[in-house]
Structure formats: C-alpha cells, structure tokens
C-alpha cells in the first residue's frame, strides 16, 4: 500500500481542526505578546548603549535556551505564582495549557530577532535625515513616527517574519506542558512509531510558518510602498487564519470531561480507552495526550484535567516523595488516603502492573549466566544501559543503585520505543524497560529478577480530579474496567499499538481492548 494511501492520513485529517487551531492561537498570542513588549524596549533603548547591550544579552540568553526546556521551566514557576496570588490576594488562575507557559515562554523566544532588527533598522537611518526632520520643526516623537519607523521598518519587519516563523516552530514543543498544538501529531507519532502523524505533524507546521511569513510579508511590502492593498490583504489573511481556527471551539461543549496521557503509547490507549467509555455513557469526553508525569498530575490536582491512568510506584516516589518499599495492598492503601488529603480520588486498579525492569536479550542473559539484578552487577562495568529521558533521574534508579551497586560502562537516553530495538540489535547490552510492554517478547528479551525489591509496585490506578470525587455518573462509566484488564492483554495491546499501521492506532487499539475486557 502506497504511503499516502494510508488511513491514517485521514485519522490525522481528523484532528486538524483543533491541533491547527490550537497551534495558531498561541502562537499568535505568543507573537502579539513579544510584539508589545519587544518593539517599545527597541524604540526606548536604541540611542542608550548600556541598557540596550543589558537587553540583547539576556534575549540572546533566553534564545540559547532549549526551547523544551524554556516551556517546562515556566510551568513550575507559574505553579509557584498561583499559589502566591491565591495565598495573598485571593487570585487564581490556572499554570496549566494555554495562556500561562506555552504562550509567555514563546512570547520571549520571540523578542531576540525583534529587539535586534528594531535597533538595527532605527540605528542605520542616516542621522542627517533626523535632523533634517529637526530643521522642519518636527518633534522628537513626530520624527519617530514620521522619519524613522517608516525608513526602519523594512528591517523591523525582517525581525518580526523571523520571530513568527521560530515561533509557531518552537510552539510543537509545548504539548508535554498541556498546550495542544500540532506537536501532538509529532509525539503521539514518535511514542506509537505512526511515521504519517510525525509527517502530517511536520508538514502542517511548516506550511503554517511559510503562510504566517507571506502574510506578513504582503504587510511589509504594502507599508513600503505605501500601498493599501497588500497590506490589508496580509491583515485580511491574518484575520482569516484565526477567524477559521475559531470555528471548530464554538460549538464544543465546556462540561467536556477531559482525559489526560503521558507520552507513551500505552497512555495513549488508555485515554482513547476511558475517552470510549465516557462516550458510551453519554457523557461528552476528550483526550489531553503527550502529558509529562510532573504536569500531568498537577493538571489533575488543579481540574484541568478531569481523570487519566497513573502507576501507584510513580506517585509513591515521585508525588509522596516516599524512599520506602511497602507491600502492594498496603502501599495502595496508603497512597489512597494520602490522593484523598487533596480530594483526589483513586478510583481503583486496571489489573495490570507497569513497572520499570532490566531488560537485556533472552540469548545474551542465558550466555552470560544473568537471571537476577545482582547477576548483571557483577558484569555491569563491561555494558552499557539505555533508559528513557527520566529514568535515570528518577528514585528507582538510585534505589538499583544503592540495592545492588550497580556501575555500567556507559548510561543513553532514548525515546522508549527506540531502546527496544537498540538493545535487541546490541547496539546497548541493557535496558530500563517496561513490564507491561509487548515489546519484550517480540524482541526475545527477557526481564531481570528484583530479588530485593528495589522497585515499588506499579499498579494501573484510575485518578479523579477533586471536582469529579462525587461524580457518580462518571464512576459508573468507568468502573466496569476496573480489575479487568491483566498484564498479558495490555502487552499484547501494547504490541499492537508498536505496530506502525492503520490498525496501530490508539482509537483502534483502544476498541480492540474494550472487546476483549468488556466481555469479563
């Protein structure tokens, strides 16, 4: 079957609409922002040497600021903010999505080329014209408006095209903080390996760069030239673009109930999953997915998401910030009592287990005699590991560690599917995998014993936001999963979505589950 024959184009066709959407707003948001704080910060120290070289400097910082990095730092910051306000003067708001991180640390990624072509444009006006605009009797501020903007704005706009385009590229990178953009086609394709939504993702995100750039070129060449006419078709088009993103929000319901998922593809079945289910009870439902672990249960915490699936070791270590080990049933009970001090409710467990496990091939473990952790320490200085972008900073690394001081030749990080095939093909001798994961039996990989128990139970569990705990209709939608889903089901779900065609996707994947676990 020919690539673009793919059904999956049209699956991503599908999500246009509010990806498109979504992405346009912030971006232009973002742009506006950078806009009216760049252009005057320009203007006013163009003509002061000291604070203008302060200004570019820390926009030249901020730019040499990855720009992933740039959107999650905003977000614990405005976390931090909201809590004052709130404390202080009785404010809230919310650091989550939209307006907060995804568009303020774009706004500022947006004013280095502003600043810089604005100072240029308004230092290179040959100062005889200015004084020229003196002699005439024009004012300080008439010559800016009159002389040197209009001579300076062929740069100024050159500044601003650049500053659109990095932007609205920079602004797929903010789905992990909760902002939907057409990012949410790249990480959903890159976690569930659906090369057409990476495409689609890519492609739509250029084409949107160059559109935004002509417009505004048209704008520029109307100012130039003093002509009415591109300039308010570029206005007319700008106006257009948002006026369309518009569109497909106006007849969304706001009492949709939202569903959450982390980056990886099993969250994303998951969400389609509970997403089905809400539908299927009559309850309007959509799916927030590419969430990180940090922001995606502070989401909750805060109602702006409304329930998602989260694994009982990573709240324990990460959320309770708890070094200890405990039983299952006791460590559940615990982390229920603890989720309900802040009023979230812990619905209860799938019926699977997704913990982190050393992973190395089946062939190569039997070779080298390594069935158990404390095997693999002994043969640890000659291998090396790969885990995902957090495991080697989360607790359970540490307690492996510390538990059976474990020391390797070498340490990567990977996007998780990737690791499975690294370490099937040796490119890396050890992975942190997943348990519940399909791939370890399609790569003949096999899962190390953890005879000390140096890693917390992993339980499926199902979290409710404070504002859904006495919401019976949608407890009711769910319960019937609970308990139903064992970890041989949920490997082969999990397989089923790493299989890169059209039956892969988490829609499909997630009604193949439902068949299956429906009928228990």
């Not at 405005?78 to 404010?91: E, K, N, R």
């Not at 948002?242 to 959450?260: E, F, I």
């Not at 889903?485 to 997630?510: F, H, K, Q, W, Y």
Request: net charge neutral.
């Amino acid at each position: 079957m020919s690539l673009f024959a793919d059904p999956r184009w049209g699956e991503a066709l599908s999500h246009l609409p509010d990806y498109l959407g979504n992405h346009v707003r912030v971006s232009l948001a973002a742009l506006a922002l950078g806009l009216a704080v760049s252009l005057p910060l320009a203007i006013l120290t163009r003509n002061r040497p000291a604070p203008r070289a302060v200004l570019l400097a820390l926009a030249s910082i901020v730019q040499t600021v990855p720009g992933l990095a740039l959107l999650a730092l905003f977000y614990p910051l405005l976390l931090l903010a909201a809590s004052v306000t709130l404390a202080w003067f009785g404010i809230s708001f919310s650091a989550f999505g939209f307006l907060p991180p995804a568009m303020l640390a774009l706004a500022l990624y947006s004013m280095l080329p502003v600043l810089r072509n604005g100072i240029t444009g308004l230092n290179g006006i040959d100062p005889a014209l200015i004084e020229a605009a003196k002699g005439v009797g024009m004012t300080a501020r008439q010559s800016l408006i009159m002389v040197e903007l209009p001579l300076a704005l062929p740069v100024m706009m050159a500044g601003i095209r650049t500053a659109a385009v990095w932007v609205i590229g920079t602004a797929t990178l903010s789905t992990p903080i909760g902002q939907t953009s057409l990012g949410n086609y790249i990480f959903a394709g890159l976690q569930t390996q659906n090369w057409v939504f990476v495409l689609f993702g890519c492609f739509a995100s250029a084409l949107l760069a160059l559109a935004v750039d002509q417009l505004l070129g048209l704008i520029e060449s109307g100012l130039r030239h003093r002509s009415r006419l591109p300039a308010a078709l570029g206005v007319i088009g700008i106006a257009a673009l948002v006026l369309a993103t518009l569109v497909p929000t106006m007849g969304r319901s706001s009492q949709s109930y939202v569903v959450g998922a982390k980056t990886f593809a099993e969250q994303y079945v998951l969400s389609a999953l509970l997403r089905d289910r809400l539908q299927a009870a009559g309850l309007p439902a959509t799916a927030r997915s590419g969430l990180g672990s940090s922001v995606i249960f502070e989401a909750l915490k805060a109602g702006d998401i409304d329930l998602y699936v989260d694994y009982s070791g990573t709240l324990w270590a990460n959320q309770l910030h708890r070094a200890d080990i405990k039983p299952r049933a006791e460590l559940l009970a615990e982390l229920k009592t603890t989720l309900a001090k802040d009023n979230i409710t812990l619905l209860g467990e799938l019926g699977f287990e997704n913990a982190y496990a050393l992973v190395m091939p089946k062939k190569r473990a039997e070779a080298l005699g390594i069935r158990t952790i404390p095997d693999l320490a002994a043969h640890a200085p000659t291998l090396s590991i790969a885990g995902d972008y957090e495991f080697f900073s989360r607790p359970e690394w540490a307690a492996l560690q510390k538990s059976y001081g474990l020391s390797f030749r070498a340490q990567r990080q990977m996007q998780p599917d990737f690791m499975y095939a690294a370490v099937a093909s040796g490119e890396v001798d050890v992975i942190a995998g997943y348990t519940s994961d399909g791939l370890i039996a399609k790569y003949d990989l096999v899962v190390l014993d953890d005879p000390r128990h140096a890693i917390p139970p992993y339980d499926a569990i199902l979290l409710l936001a404070p504002k859904r705990a006495g919401d019976g209709t949608l407890q009711s939608a769910l319960k019937p999963l609970l308990g139903k889903i064992d970890i041989a089901t949920m490997r082969e779900a999990n397989l089923r979505a790493s299989g890169n065609d059209a039956n892969s996707s988490p829609d499909v994947v997630a009604k193949w589950l439902w068949a299956k676990v429906g009928r228990r």
